[in-house]
Every structure is written in C-alpha cells, then in structure tokens.
C-alpha cells in the first residue's frame, strides 16, 4: 500500500477497533471481543499475509487482481462487472476490513446500550466516549490532506505519533475502569495536532478562495519546518505517554508494595553483622549463603504482598 491513504485507511481501522473494544469494556465492565477480533483472527491474518509474501517473493502479489489471480475469466462470467473483476488483493482486504469494523462497532455499540440499560443508566450518553476518537480522527485526515509532504514521504514517523495518541486514550479509560473514574474526554495530544491543522488551513483557505482576509500566512510551512514539526508531535508523544506509563507502573507497585519486573522478599525485621537488613533467604556472599537462613515473614504490623492480594481477591469487584 505505500505512504498513501489506504494505508491511513488501514491505520484508522485497527486504532478504532482498539478504542471501541476498550470503550465497550469501560461501559459493560466485560471484555468483548468481536466476531473478527485482533489479537486472535487480525494477528493470525498478519501472520499469513507476511509468509504469503515471503513465499511469493514480493508485496507485488498483492497488486494483482484476485479473480484474475484464481482462474476467474470475465468471459465465462459476464455478469462481475469490470471495475470488480480489476480490484487488487489489497482493495478486496480494505473491503473486508470496513465490513468487519463496522460490525463490531455496532456490536460494542449494542452491548453498552445493553448493559447500561441493565444498571438504569442513560444508555445513549455513552456514546458520547466515541466523540474523542472521531475528532482525533477528523483532525488527522484534515492535517495530513493539507499536508501532501507529510502523507507522501513522512507517514510512518506520522504513523507512531496516531498510534501513541491512540494508546494514551485507551490508557486512560483501561485507568478509569480499574479506579472507578470519570470517562475520560481529554487527551492533551490532540492539540498539537489542532495547531498543525489551524496552520495549514489558512494558506489553503487563501489559494482556494483568491481571498486574502479570509485565510493568514502559515508559521511552519509544507517543508523543513513542517516536518520537524511533525517530529516534534511525536516527541511529544512518546514522552507524555511515556510518563503515563510509568506514573502507572510506579503507583501499582507502591500500592502493593511489590517491585516491577523482579521479586521483592518480605524484610524479616533482623539485621547482618554489618548493618544490613536481611530479606528473605538470608544474603549471599560470593554465590553461597553468607549467614543464618531467615525466618519467612514481615516486620511487626507490616502486611505481605500475600496478604494484600488475598484482601483483595476477597472484596468484590465490578
């Protein structure tokens, strides 16, 4: 597909399909999946795509047209029209894609009215949580419309940057539904986008209309300076959603005082010769057991990780 539109096209479907599935779990405080979801039938497509085209020595396969590709001749069916029998792999998998997305988006759109119906909460104001991703979206297509140099040669960069903003909105719902909070609307990602957009349009608005006043002179340009830009949004990105994620990492593991990635020992409440406090299984010196093997067990009043997540096994969750 290239740096072109049918490439955003594809980009749009798999972040709505990850927004929506997290929209409908923050809503039915179930996770659902959809007839064609993507982290089972989307990623063993994926797989099968990529090993098709190592097998076939090329993306170039994918250009052909499919009927042509499986033996169907436009003589012996006079009835495919000729703009059908000419479509490519690539624009009969778009279509599928559109089918199946908006399927599953009716589906969430379903099970959310459902269940809020269940609880007797007003149903059609969930649907409101689909607003933020629309005007993401509509802001990203208007941006990159303006800016041909962005769609043509720089999309991928462009393409983490929609990604990133993608994952810090269902970051923030998967956030909410932990801690019981308020649907998240806001993500501050969306105005630099907003900027890029206002910045571009007044030239525009200018050529198309011959009409000085109603557009004004842009700051960044279509060049150098609109691609640094550009790269200044994901930037952005990476550090806001960066600093999301550790802020997350670092509350949950001071909540239940564990540590991250590794094994943190309950502190048996003695000390070594030296000074040093004894966690469990006594310290080692030089690969063998330097001292007494410690009792199992915390300080006096301190509760274990064990305990904590017994607690809170036991308390009934939504």
Partial sequence: MGQSWMTVATLFA??????????DEYHTKTLTLGIVSGPVEGILLLVGVYALTGYMGGAHF????????????PSSHPWIPDFLYR?????????????????????????VIRA??????????ALVGLVPFAVTWILTVLYLALQPNILRNH?????????????YS??????????????????????????????????????ETSTPWLGW??????????????????????????????????TICDYLDIWCLTIKHPWTGEETKGGERTAQGGEKKNGEV???????GTARGEKSFAQVAKELDGKKMD
């Fill in 14 to 23: 798999s972040l709505m399909t990850f927004y929506v599935q997290t929209w």
């Fill in 62 to 73: 994918w250009q052909q047209s499919m009927l042509a590709t499986f033996g169907v001749s």
């Fill in 87 to 111: 479509l490519s792999f690539t624009e009969w998998y778009m279509a599928q894609g559109a089918v199946v997305l908006v399927w599953n988006t009716l589906e969430s759109c379903r099970n």
């Fill in 116 to 125: 809020r119906r269940a609880r007797g909460d007003r149903s059609r104001y």
């Fill in 155 to 167: 999309l991928v960069p462009f393409a983490l940057f929609a990604g990133l903003v993608n994952a």
């Fill in 170 to 207: 269902v970051g923030q719902m998967i956030t909410a539904h932990l801690v019981k909070l308020e649907f998240p609307y806001y993500n501050v990602l969306v105005l630099p986008l907003a900027y890029g957009v206002v910045d571009s349009l007044g030239p525009w608005l200018q050529y």
């Fill in 217 to 250: 002179p842009s700051a960044l340009g279509d060049d150098v300076y609109q691609v640094a830009f550009m790269f200044c949004m994901l930037g952005m990105a990476v550090g806001v959603y960066g600093s999301f994620v550790v802020d997350v990492i670092v």
């Fill in 290 to 296: 330097g001292g007494e093997q410690k009792k199992l």
